[in-house]
């Protein structure tokens, strides 16, 4: 439950829309709901301004669906991230409106207006293996109110694919830039652009990339000052700050 959803239980109480009796079982959860293996945060949006995500990897598709089904019944936006297709079955049982983004590897529900960004974030990623981390970025982000371009396969191996999205990375107000091998995307980037560049390293490469290590290191060495980097392979990570960042 976020903010906007309780100030108009709060107005609906006050004009007499809705007796005290449901708005008080409406509020009965906040600002967690213990279901035993987990203890669901409904909390979090009205603090943070970014409702709690399930993370899905690790979980069995019952206790995804559970969570799911309960943040759903409170009346927010549900993002559940790493996410198989037996997972979405699950989610899909208790809740039929769930989407399934099979790159991204993400099922969402869409149900409550978020407060909308600023600008477009762009989100580009170097090579096609990079799409997943990319999509579930976008994924993220557009749940959460934004406008989201994705320009994929721009890698600086051929470089003059990036520069022919130039009009496009310099009217983004924040960027996501995924990249795996040596990670030389977000720098390149960042030399183009007046704008924040969130680096997110991949761990797409060959064996001395060492799962993503090489490009969170390169990242971290950047010589672009506007560049910031999150984990390896933490696309979601990236859309939330970028999201912070467009509101602002």
């Known amino acids: 439950m976020n903010r906007l959803q309780i100030e108009a239980l709060l107005v609906a109480v006050r004009e007499g829309q809705m007796p005290v009796a449901e708005a008080l079982e409406k509020l009965r959860d906040l600002p967690f709901e213990d279901l035993g ?49 037996a997972i979405f079955d699950a989610v899909r049982e208790v809740e039929p409106c769930a989407e399934f983004h099979e790159t991204a590897r993400a099922i969402t ?44 396969d721009v890698g600086v191996a051929g470089i003059h694919r990036l520069l022919a999205q130039k009009n496009s990375l310099q009217s983004a107000r924040v960027l996501i830039v995924c990249a795996g091998m040596e990670g030389a995307l977000p720098t390149v980037v960042a030399g183009l652009v007046n704008a924040p560049v969130l680096a997110v390293p991949t761990s797409v490469g060959y064996g001395a990339s060492f799962g993503g290590v090489a490009a969170l290191l390169g990242m971290l060495n950047t010589c672009s000052p506007n560049v910031s980097v999150v984990n390896i392979d933490n696309g979601f990570g ?10 602002l």
């Open 109 to 152: 529900l869409a149900q409550a207006p978020a407060p909308p960004g600023k600008g477009t974030i762009c989100v580009v990623c170097a090579g096609t293996s990079d799409l997943p981390i990319a999509e579930e970025a976008a994924v993220t982000a557009r749940l959460a109110g934004n406008t989201v371009e994705l320009i994929a």
């Open 238 to 247: 990236a859309a939330c700050i970028a999201s912070l960042i467009n509101r």
């Open 37 to 85: 293996f987990a203890k669901v945060d409904h909390h979090r949006a009205l603090r943070t301004g970014f409702p709690e995500v399930i993370f899905a990897e690790g979980k069995t598709p019952a206790q995804v669906a559970l969570i799911f089904a309960r943040m759903a019944g409170a009346g927010g936006n549900v993002l559940a991230t790493r996410a198989s297709r």
